[in-house]
């Protein structure tokens, strides 16, 4: 929705949808990668629309299906009409909404929503963080809204496999990871078996930062980011939009022909130089990380 692009003027940046099912933990998990909660405390994800956030701190508003606006206010949120909203844009002064947009989809499988609700948001998406809850992993609903997402978008997607402190036994652990793996091999970029609320927990403890398994994700999350801003810098269209079959847009060094040098009668003038390509933008220095990433 242009009119409504944030970034309208200059290039847009990366948009990661966090996706799952009802209480797979895509709440804490944007808990984890604001480091805060962005929605008041009262405040439950599971009637709302779509929650778009973004860097800054612009007075929130909701975006009817028909495109119009209207400002809000936080504590309005839960009367927001969710059929009749688009999505809900928030702005908020954090470090990883400095690199990307996060969009908070509401739980796939709610079934006092439709699914038109979050179906019509997708096209706004480059990649998805999907929630699975480890104790159902990976269940047939899950599977068939993936089965319909574009190819480009599954390239850049994450699935992590959350709560993965509630199975007990190793034998257990290994068997979810090992199904989840076959199932959706080819599917994703990366899984990851993590427990969110043991990651916040964490605070500076290393230790067991390393043991909610959110290291890893985190450091996948921060690669990510970077491919998808190269990416955006060369297409307007965000990744869903791309047909399977259709190649990402890649950045192109355009090669400089040599100007026509007309030779002066006079000797003494001056030899005009060959213009050069300009070289491309150095990739050894990329965004800072979002979160602690070893």
């Known amino acids: 929705m242009s009119e409504n692009d944030p970034t309208a003027g200059g290039p847009r940046k990366p948009r990661v949808a966090l996706m799952g099912e009802f209480s797979a933990g895509k709440s804490t998990l ?23 956030m973004s860097q800054g701190s612009d007075t929130p508003y909701r975006i009817d299906v028909d495109g119009t606006t209207e400002p809000i206010t936080l504590d309005q949120l839960e009367s927001v009409p969710v059929e009749e909203t688009f999505a809900i844009r928030l702005f908020l002064d954090v470090d990883i909404l400095s690199v990307c947009d996060l969009i908070d989809f509401p739980g796939i499988s709610d079934p006092n929503m439709s699914s038109e609700v979050w179906e019509r948001v997708l096209p706004e998406v480059d990649a998805v963080i999907w929630c699975t809850h480890a104790t159902q992993a990976w269940r047939q609903s899950e599977a068939a809204v993936w089965e319909n997402m574009p190819n480009a978008v599954r390239e850049h997607s994450i699935l992590l496999i959350t709560r993965f402190d ?50 890893p994700f985190v450091y996948r999350l921060i690669e990510t980011i970077e491919k998808l801003t190269k990416i955006a810098e060369c297409t307007e269209r965000p990744l869903y939009n791309i047909p399977n079959g259709e190649p990402i847009p890649t950045r192109v060094l355009r090669s400089v022909a040599p100007r026509r040098v007309v030779r002066s009668r006079d000797s003494d003038a001056p030899k005009r130089e060959r213009p050069q390509a300009e070289p491309e933008a150095s990739q050894d220095n990329p965004p800072g990380p979002i979160l602690r990433s070893s």
């Open 166 to 215: 509630k199975l007990t036994t190793e034998r257990d652990k290994t068997r979810v990871i090992k199904r989840v793996t076959r199932e959706t091999e080819g599917q994703f970029s990366g899984i990851y078996p993590v427990s969110l609320l043991q990651a916040i927990a964490a605070g500076e403890d290393q230790d067991k930062w390393d043991a909610s398994g959110a290291g």
């Open 30 to 52: 944007s808990n984890l990668l604001m480091g805060a909660r962005p929605l008041p405390e009262k405040v439950t994800a599971t009637r709302l629309s779509p929650v778009w």
